[in-house]
């Protein structure tokens, strides 16, 4: 992974739960066949209310016409992100759809686990209220290194969480990827 990771910025609300960022019905779709679990990133995002969705003022679409992969790389959520249901299938459906990176002000602990274990997403916590500082669209630039988040629309930095043990689990692809990387476990 790269020491600096730069996106275009999806920002959503409070409370976005795992039936928002993968609805149920879309379940179906196998995860380890590469094309039918392109469908994960296709649907990814369809439940949120539209006044949750990128702007104040009705929402943008975070996946356009029939794509899985969205133009936004970089999630900022508000807290509780990832709440509900304790299904894998959310953090899955956002790398789908080309997220590499989720800031929020707090993480439900499934989702984060999720998020960790199978090598999804970097789960970052921010220490203020991005979702208010941040626009949908904006530039930004992540130091992964120094845990500063750049807004390059803005020019204003924001300090984030460090990671702690989570980067080099997400980078070796997940939590069995890792131990075996190390040698917790045979390869």
């Known amino acids: 992974m790269k020491n600096r990771i730069e996106g275009k910025a999806y920002v ?4 976005i739960d795992t039936d928002q960022i993968i609805p149920a019905e879309h ?9 039918e679990s392109k469908k994960y990133g296709q649907f990814a995002l369809s439940s949120v209310p539209l ?3 990128g702007l104040p003022d009705g929402g943008i679409p975070f996946i356009k016409g029939d794509n899985h992969l969205s133009e936004f790389s970089i999630m ?15 953090p899955f459906a956002l790398q789908k759809a080309g997220v590499k990176i989720v800031i929020a002000e ?15 997403v970097i789960p970052y916590e ?4 991005l979702k208010q500082e941040i626009c949908t669209g904006d530039l930004l630039e992540i130091d992964v290194d120094r ?7 803005s020019g204003k930095e924001y300090h984030l969480k460090p990671l702690g043990d989570v980067l080099p689990i997400v980078e070796a692809g997940g939590i069995f990827e890792y131990a075996r990387k190390t040698g917790m476990i045979e390869s």
């Open 12 to 15: 959503l609300g409070d409370n």
């Open 27 to 35: 379940l179906v779709y196998s995860l380890s066949d590469e094309e």
């Open 51 to 53: 006044e949750q969705a």
């Open 76 to 90: 900022i959520g508000g807290s509780n992100f990832g709440c509900g249901s304790s299904r894998e299938h959310a």
């Open 106 to 120: 707090s993480y439900a602990r499934i989702f984060y686990r999720n998020a960790v274990d199978g090598g999804f």
């Open 126 to 129: 921010c220490t203020g209220k």
């Open 147 to 153: 845990n500063i988040l750049k807004n390059n629309t």
